[in-house]
């Protein structure tokens, strides 16, 4: 069936140090995974995003890695920074709709 | 462009009554749906649209409807409220229903005593 997982569900760092969130699919037919980031009360919002057809994909300090053979997917965050605190979901198109991982809620510790 | 827009921002409900989430968007965008959010358990689909006309169901659509008979439009109804729907819900829209960005809503949080 449609299903992401995403860990870890918790994740601490130190401001400064690096932050990994990793998340599978089951569908191979699927070809785009966005990442999203929701601060505390606030709706989510695009941080990043890849094709099926690309196997990273960087944006400043965010990276986005994917291995289709795998089925898996992973977000990496470099030199964090307070403002990164906030709560991260990996999302996997199914056809028509989209399927989101459980959440992963970071916290950078200063 | 407000993008998409939600109302209420917040609603207390008794068990047994009905009400209609707004959402509305100006970006002439296909795909719209609504999703539930509930602590560790991420964003589940509700329903969703591809378009003027037609709906489709998600995730979790027991006790929830939904039309779309405009582009801009896709209220989701609650036909008798139960404690189980108290969750955070968002609307969200795209150009396209398989991939491009969603387009979130505010969010209503909605608590059913």
């Known amino acids: 069936g449609e299903n992401v997982e995403q860990h870890p569900s918790t994740l601490s760092v130190q401001e400064g140090d690096s932050a990994v969130i990793k998340c599978t699919y089951s569908?191979?037919?699927?070809?785009?995974f966005p990442w999203y980031k929701q601060e505390l009360g606030k709706r989510p919002q695009l941080i990043i995003d890849?094709?099926?057809?690309?196997g990273e994909k960087k944006d400043q300090r965010i990276a986005v890695t994917l291995n289709k053979t795998a089925k898996h997917f992973s977000l990496h965050i470099t030199e964090t920074q307070p403002e990164d605190s906030a709560v991260y979901f990996c999302?996997?198109?199914?056809?028509?709709?989209?399927?989101f991982g459980p959440g992963t809620r970071l916290s950078v510790l200063p | 462009n407000a993008g998409v827009t939600q109302t209420p921002k917040f609603q207390v409900l008794k068990t047994g009554q009905s009400m209609t989430l707004q959402c509305a968007q100006d970006?002439?965008?296909?795909?719209m749906s609504w999703y539930r959010q509930d602590p560790g358990m991420g964003l589940r689909l509700i329903h969703y649209?591809?378009?003027?006309?037609?709906?489709d169901q998600g995730e979790v659509p027991n006790g929830y409807n939904v039309s779309r008979s405009t582009t801009e439009d896709f209220p989701l109804r609650l036909l008798s409220a139960a404690p189980s729907q108290t969750s955070v819900y968002f609307c969200?829209?795209?150009?396209?229903?398989?991939?491009?960005?969603?387009?979130f809503g505010e969010g209503s949080r909605l608590t059913v005593l």
């Open positions: 569908d191979s037919a699927s070809n785009y």
């Open positions: 969200a829209s795209s150009y396209r229903a398989d991939t491009g960005e969603l387009f």
């Open positions: 890849i094709r099926s057809n690309v």
């Open positions: 999302a996997a198109d199914y056809g028509q709709n989209f399927v």
């Open positions: 970006m002439n965008h296909e795909y």
């Open positions: 649209s591809v378009g003027a006309g037609i709906t």
